[in-house]
């Protein structure tokens, strides 16, 4: 409910993300979101994504998001403060995989960025 309220607020529609006939429109608008909250920077340049879907489980949307053309990764860093301005209590967790090795970090209220290395 919450990113559906975060939506309605920034698009100013109402939407329910749980419509399986509205997935592909849904998937938009959240692309969308995303791009205003949440940033890549690979080596130190901030890199574009794709979205490659959505899904939600036990309330939680899971995005799927790919960087492409890009070989070799040293530092990624992942800003993110998607929710941040409905909710004080938001944990976001992100996973990055680079090579087949995933990383994981929680990112709590008022935290908004971390940094992986390989």
């Not at 979101?33 to 901030?46: E, M, P, V």
């Not at 899904?55 to 403060?81: C, F, H, P, R, S």
């Amino acid at each position: 409910d919450d990113l559906e309220d975060l939506l309605e607020q920034e698009l100013k529609l109402p939407l329910s993300l749980y419509n399986e006939k509205n997935k592909k429109i849904n998937e938009g608008y959240i692309y969308t979101c995303l791009q205003k909250h949440l940033k890549i920077t690979i080596d130190n340049r901030q890199l574009a994504y794709t979205m490659i879907g959505f899904e939600i489980q036990e309330g939680a949307v899971w995005a799927y998001l790919v960087v492409k053309n890009v070989t070799k990764i040293k530092t990624a860093v992942v800003y993110n403060d998607i929710l941040y301005s409905l909710r004080k209590d938001q944990i976001n967790i992100v996973h990055f995989t680079n090579k087949g090795e995933r990383k994981s970090y929680r990112l709590t209220h008022p935290e908004t960025q971390t940094k992986f290395n390989w």
